[in-house]
């Protein structure tokens, strides 16, 4: 997905192998860990991390979009509970995430 902002351009498609690896392995780990062992100040500071993206439309479609094509589909992980505290997460995560756009507007 190619975005632009400003003549600048974020290509979440054509990330290097490392660099997507990366971020599947960031957002799995961050996602796990907001669903499991967080209190509700930790849970409101990873939402009030997201909310700041409202001003970053074009950030905040990309982490849309590689949360939805990759994070989603992640088969990094082995525990059936752990794939479904992750798909479970990305659901809260994207609706978050769409609110922000349909506010925006």
Excluded: W
């Excluded at 909310?51 to 982490?63: N, P, S, V």
């Amino acid at each position: 997905m190619i975005l632009t902002n400003g003549g600048q351009k974020l290509d979440f498609g054509a990330l290097q192998p490392l660099t997507a690896t990366f971020l599947e392995i960031f957002f799995v780990t961050l996602l796990l860990a907001v669903g499991v062992e967080v209190n509700e100040s930790q849970r409101y500071k990873l939402h009030d991390t997201f909310t700041k993206l409202k001003e970053m439309d074009t950030l905040r479609q990309g982490i849309e979009h590689f949360i939805n094509m990759i994070v989603r589909r992640s088969d990094i992980l082995e525990k059936d509970s752990d794939r479904r505290l992750l798909n479970s997460a990305c659901k809260r995560t994207l609706d978050t995430l769409r609110k922000l756009s349909v506010d925006s507007v």
